[in-house]
Every structure is written in C-alpha cells, then in structure tokens.
C-alpha cells in the first residue's frame, strides 16, 4: 500500500532531522524541494510540508524567494541554546540517578568505557558517535519518553557544534573525565550532584563553541583585511 503524503512528509522530516543531527547535512547547506523530492522519491509536496515543520522546530530557515537551508546560528543563538540543552541533558541525568536499574548503570558504564578507547579518543568524529550513544541512555535512563524525545531533537539542533568542538585541544579527554563524574553520580543516586555535573558539562560544551566560532571570524577578518 503506498504511503499517504502525510507518511511521506514524517519520513521526508525524520530523515532530514537525522541528516543534520548526524551533520551530513551542515548550517547553511541548501536544501532544494526538487532535489529533495527525487532522493527520497516522492512528490513536491511532503518534501515543503516536511521544511516548514522543520523551519518551526528550529533546524531551517525558509526565505522568501530564497529558499530552505539548514539554520546557521550566531554566537548568542547557540549559547542561548546550550544553556536550554544544559537544562534538559541536567533534567535527564537528575532522573536516570533516581530511576536507573542495576542492568542500565552497567550498560552505561559500558558505554563510557567504548568512548575511552583508543580509537575513540584519537578520532573526535568516532568519540562524538559513541558520546551519542552515551547521552542516548541517559535520555531513556529518565524513564520520561516526553522529556528523552525533545531533549533528543535539542540535541540534534545543536549537533553539528557539538561535534566540531571536540576537534578544539584536549576537548576529548576532557569530556571522557567529565562522563566518568556523571556516571558516578547517578550510580550512587545522587540526583542533585548528578544534574549539576551535567549541567557544567554541557555548557562547557557551549563555551568551546563560542571559542571556536570567534576564532573563525577572527580568521576571516584576516582574510579580508
């Protein structure tokens, strides 16, 4: 049985929302009905429908005569962002340290320990995929599918800045001790420490973000000058 439009156009959002959490698809890239429409195989029509909801959840911008692109944030949308992300990934952790069962705190030791190794800590790209995968059981450790859902579209919004402020210094090993504490504390049921930790984590994330977008625009004034 074919699929209805209203099918097409879920599938057409799910697998654009992926593309760019997965950064496949990066900030400013062009997304052109027609294109989209022959790629995924269906008409004009879900492909627009599926950009507009996607414009209203925050990962487009639709201009006028313009077109659809992926949104690209300023400095001051992305902190503003990080400090909403570090609120929902704090939420998280806060309940996993009340809800989490004895077979979840082992995977998630698991977990941490696949960020760790080394061909992980020698490739940020392959260390943020695994960091995902850590976060992700967090997420369902809060037994809150509402709360796991939108933090999981937050953190898709953001992920093309996640990913490349790992590649900033020691960004890496930093964040494999800073998951260690995390881990710590919702295996002992600290709820409380565990939300702080987290919070601290991923704002960190978003003062590294900040870092790196100034250094490029002090790269590009160089360029111009």
Known sequence: ?????????QRVLEMLENAIGRGRLGPGERLDERELAE???????????????????GFVRI??????????????????????????????AQLAARRMSRDEHERL??????????DAMADPDLYYDRNVAFHEAIYEGAH??????ETRRMRNRLAYYRRNQLHLGPRVANSYDE?????????????EAAETIMRRHVNVQGDGVADMLATARRAARRRTA
């Open 144 to 149: 809150n599918p509402y709360l796991a859902a």
């Open 39 to 57: 790629r995924f195989g269906v008409s004009r029509t879900p492909v627009r429908e599926a950009l507009h909801k996607l414009s209203v959840l």
């Open 63 to 92: 201009r006028p005569r313009v077109g659809a692109a992926v949104i690209k944030l300023d400095a001051e949308d992305l902190i503003d962002r990080f400090v909403v992300m570090a609120s929902l990934e704090g939420l998280c």
């Open 109 to 118: 030791i698991e977990l941490h320990e696949a960020c760790g190794r080394d």
């Open 1 to 9: 049985m074919a699929e209805d439009e209203q099918t097409q156009s």
């Open 179 to 191: 998951h260690w504490d995390i881990v710590q504390a919702i295996i002992k049921g600290q709820a």
